[in-house]
Structure formats: structure tokens, C-alpha cells
């Protein structure tokens, strides 16, 4: 039969969590319905991928292997043993994609160019027919569906050869096939692609793959982590200073040579978590605000003001690299607006006039130590990852920081998703996710009051169109609208796909659900 009822019925148990946990904000959500038209008029909605966490096909029609393709190869690398060789079979399934994303109602799709489809032997070799072609189809695809694309040049995947060759990132070799990569992407596809992103949260990146060494190349050092080779003081420094450049040198390139012609705009999507006070003292309250430098202005400031944080060099001194005086140029005011990928909020504890762990008493930490408990309460309810909670306030937050910090540039929310804790649930379950719904009307009521208080927020990803290939962590944290069966990889729609629809719509009816 078919029945209709509250919402509250259902995800009560999410709310008391919320109230114990997140009571800066428990009542306002409780209460609030967010509807479409809380957004002004023109902002976008859409939904996020990225090519190696969809696509598959990853040795078809003259695809090389990238770095997490041999990443995957190694034992123990990813959880379970997985990969991202099939992934959601998006590159034969696109067309089917396509209408799930039109069918959705959303403005605009954001995904990724995979560098070694499209380039398999970076600057080294010739660019791939196949590679190109396949993206042309879903870009035409995309625009004759009315879906605006937002692409993303590069999703932490490029040619295995580039690290072979030269080390990849930390070799400022990188800059010049990054560029070239990106200067392919501009004469194939900048007549239909409008918004361009350069990178995708390279301070993540970074961090992972040369600091915990938990991503590729899997550099690390102790305390950080005990791998082969690299150093987890210095090498962070030196890959984000190339990709950086790579970045700067890449907007300059777009602004002499394409931009006016094709009438684009280009920027960069950051990682921002957003980091609170332990307690109330100001050398906590100076932590916060000196783990946000070290995090977020490590990769934003030299890009509207030409160099690193003033915290950052008072800490790293002469390991920080220093830009050249024509590279402050071109990198100041080197972006159009902002990409904001946020997931979760932490509390910040001083390490400067405290006892901390080992990898917070570490410059390239800024000597912070971060937590997601105060006095063994969480601060915020639960989600499939253990490091993210759920804290609605702290998207709103971050915009207010960015919006200050970088004088109310334009911003994008790039990505923001919740991932089901009830990892081994019976798959009727994880299709009724009230939780992943009332995440994203909770953030959404956050985000909005940012907005309404000032913030050029224009537009609104969520992450993602359908479970994926998290990652080191394989198959298991399920972010996606849609569920992929990967047996038989069919796409099968969660509650939350059916709340998105109406939501744009600007519905807001009572959820329905079908009960045989």
C-alpha cells in the first residue's frame, strides 16, 4: 500500500543525535524546511563526479595507466582490495547518466577530464582521438539536455609515465605538462565549456600523498607515516608550490589566449574544513585560526595575494618556497572564483604552549592538533567516515572565512555529501536514506543564511550522482543519490534522489514512500 508520512517519524533518532551533539544549531534545523527559493534567483544546483571514481575502461581505446590505477595494483593500498578498473562503468554507461542527471532537474554537472585518456603520454606523445572524443559526446550530451557543465581539468589522476619520468609533482617539470594538458582541454572543448576549475583541493592531495602518504605516490615519513621514501616536512611544501604554478601559469595562459574568445571564467576547488576553538583560550582561538591559514590560505593566498600565509612563514621559515617576483604577477589574482569542497568541521588545540600528539607538534601542521571531540563529546552526529561529522553550522562558517579572507570573491560549493554509516545494510535500507536528506536540507539552511548575510555563493554541488570508488577507502563510504549494484552496476535511486527532484522543483510535499 501507499502511505505518507512526517519526516520527523523517520529521522528522529538523527535529530536527538543532533541535539546532543550540535546544539549550536539542533533547533534552528529541527524547525526550518529549506525550499529552492531560499536561493536567489539564478543559483545553480547540480551534482558532482569525477573521472577515475565513474568512468572504468581504464586500458580501453588508448587509455594509459595513471597513478591510481598502479596505486591499486599493490596490495593493501585499497581497502578490500579495490579499484577503480570497472568503477561505475560510466564511460559506456554515460548516456544513461546523462538522462539521470536531466531527470534529476539539476542547472549543471560538474566533472572531471581524466589526463591519461586524454593524454596518455602527457607532452611526451600525441594527444588520444578516443580520449577527446569521448568527452565531446558527453558535453553535447549535456548542453542539448539544457545542464551546464563545470569541469574540472584535473581530479588527482594523471599518466603513470609522468611519475616514472620525472617524479610527477615534485619536479616543477609537472608545470609544463600540466599546462599543456590544459591547453588541450581549452582548443577541444573551452567553445562549450564555460566554467573551467584547474584542480581539485590540491592541499588535500598533497597532504595525502606526500605528507600520510595514504594516496600516490605514498611518500611519507614518521610521524606521519612509515613508507619507502619521502619526506612528510618538506616534499608537501615543494608539491603544492608546483601545483601552484601550474595553476598560475595556466590562467595566464587562458586569459591571453582564450578567455575572450570563448567567454569563460576559470578557478580552483580547495578542500575547506572548517576548524572551531578547543576551549575558549586564545592560544586555541589562535590555533583555529592559524590551521585555516595552513590549510585553506596555503592554497588560496598566493593566488589573490601573490604568497603563502604570514602564518605559514613564521613557522616554516626558510622550508616555505618563495615565489619569484614576475610569478607574484601572474599568481596574484590568478582566479575568476572559488571552489568549496566541505565536509566536515574539528576543533583546534594549540600545540605551541601544550602537550599534543607527535604530528601536532609538527611545523608543517602549523602545530595544531585537530579533533572531532571536546571533552568526549563528538562534535557532531556520525557519518561513514570516522573523521567526518555531521555540523551543519560549519558550512556556513567557512563561506563567512572565505568571504572575509578573500573579499566575498565568487564561490562555488564544488562538492558537499554525506556518507552512510550503516556500511553492511541490507540494500532496501541504504535506498531509504533519510539521513543523507536531512544532511542536505540541514547544510543548505546553513549555506543559505550565509548567503542572506552576504556571501556570493552561487551555486550548490552535491556529491555525488551515485556511489563510487572512494578512493584508498575502495567501495565502502556510499555518498551517492543513486545506488550501483556492482554486480550487475545498475543504478538504482535512494530516497534522497527522489527529495533533490522535488526540492528543485521547490515541492515541498510530504516524502511518500511505496511499502509492498
Known amino acids: 500500500m501507499r502511505i505518507g508520512f512526517p519526516r520527523w517519524v523517520c529521522s528522529c533518532c538523527f535529530f536527538l543525535g543532533l541535539f546532543l ?3 549550536k544549531t539542533h533547533t534552528s534545523f529541527h524547525e526550518e524546511v529549506i525550499k529552492r527559493s531560499d536561493f536567489p534567483d539564478g543559483f545553480l544546483f547540480g551534482v558532482a563526479t569525477s573521472a577515475y571514481q565513474i568512468e572504468g575502461a581504464y586500458l580501453e581505446d588508448g587509455k594509459s595507466l595513471n597513478n591510481w590505477d598502479v596505486f591499486a595494483l599493490s596490495p593493501g593500498n585499497i581497502e578490500n582490495g579495490d579499484n577503480g578498473f570497472i568503477a561505475d562503468d560510466h564511460y559506456h554507461r554515460y548516456l544513461e547518466d546523462i538522462n539521470i542527471i536531466q531527470s534529476l532537474g539539476v542547472d549543471a554537472y560538474r566533472f572531471s577530464i581524466s589526463w591519461s585518456r586524454v593524454l596518455p603520454r602527457g607532452r611526451f606523445g600525441d594527444v588520444n582521438p578516443n580520449g577527446i572524443m569521448f568527452y565531446n559526446k558527453i558535453l553535447d550530451n549535456l548542453l542539448l539536455r539544457g545542464i551546464r557543465p563545470f569541469v574540472i581539468i584535473y581530479h588527482y589522476d594523471f599518466p603513470q609515465v609522468l611519475e616514472d619520468r620525472y617524479g610527477s609533482w615534485l619536479s616543477p617539470l609537472m608545470q609544463k605538462d600540466y599546462v599543456h594538458f590544459a591547453e588541450t582541454c581549452f582548443k577541444n572543448f573551452g567553445d562549450r565549456v564555460k566554467d573551467w576549475f584547474t584542480m581539485n583541493e590540491p592541499n588535500l592531495f598533497t597532504q595525502m600523498g606526500y605528507e600520510k602518504g595514504t594516496y600516490p605516490p605514498s611518500r611519507c615519513s614518521p610521524p606521519f607515516g612509515n613508507c619507502s621514501s619521502g619526506n612528510s616536512d618538506i616534499e608537501p611544501l615543494i608539491v603544492m608550490h608546483n601545483m601552484l604554478l601550474a595553476h598560475g601559469k595556466t590562467v595566464k595562459l587562458y586569459r591571453r589566449d582564450y578567455q575572450h574568445e570563448q567567454g569563460g571564467s576559470i578557478g580552483i576547488v580547495v578542500d575547506c574544513f572548517m576548524y572551531e576553538p578547543l576551549t575558549d583560550n586564545d592560544f586555541d582561538q589562535e590555533a583555529a585560526n592559524r590551521i585555516l591559514a595552513f590549510n585553506i590560505g596555503w592554497a588560496l593566498d598566493p593566488l589573490f595575494l601573490g604568497d603563502y600565509p604570514s602564518e605559514m612563514r613564521k613557522y616554516l621559515g626558510d622550508q616555505l618556497p618563495r615565489f619569484s617576483s614576475d610569478e607574484r604577477k601572474f599568481m596574484k589574482d590568478g582566479i575568476d572564483f572559488i571552489g568549496v ?27 595544531v592538533d585537530a579533533s572531532k571531540e571536546r571533552d568526549g563529546i563528538p562534535i557532531g552526529a556520525p557519518t561513514g567516515l570516522g573523521s567526518l561529522r555531521v555540523v551543519p553550522r560549519g558550512i556556513g562558517e567557512v563561506i563567512d572565512y572565505l568571504k572575509k579572507r578573500y573579499h566575498n570573491k565568487p564561490m562555488f560549493v564544488t562538492e558537499n555529501g554525506y556518507s552512510d554509516p550503516k556500511v553492511n545494510d541490507q540494500v532496501q535500507n541504504i535506498l531509504q536514506d533519510f539521513d543523507r536528506i536531512e ?13 542572506r ?33 556492482h554486480q550487475t552496476l545498475n543504478r538504482i535511486p535512494k530516497l534522497s534522489a527522489k527529495w533533490y527532484q522535488d526540492f528543485l522543483k521547490n515541492n515541498t510535499r510530504a516524502l511518500e514512500i511505496q511499502d509492498s
Open 341 to 367: 569542497n566541505h565536509y566536515a568541521t574539528l576543533y583546534a588545540k594549540d600545540c605551541i604552549h601544550s602537550i599534543c600528539s607527535l604530528t601536532g607538534s609538527r611545523a608543517i601542521q602549523g602545530f
Open 453 to 485: 548575510d552576504g556571501a556570493d555563493v552561487r551555486g550548490y554541488f552535491v556529491w555525488t550522482l551515485m556511489d563510487d570508488f572512494e578512493w584508498r577507502l575502495g567501495y565502502t563510504p556510499r555518498f551517492g543519490l543513486y545506488y550501483v549494484d
Open 21 to 23: 551533539v550540535d546544539s
Open 439 to 451: 544532511f542536505h536540507k540541514m547544510y543548505m539552511s546553513s549555506l543559505a543564511q550565509a548567503i
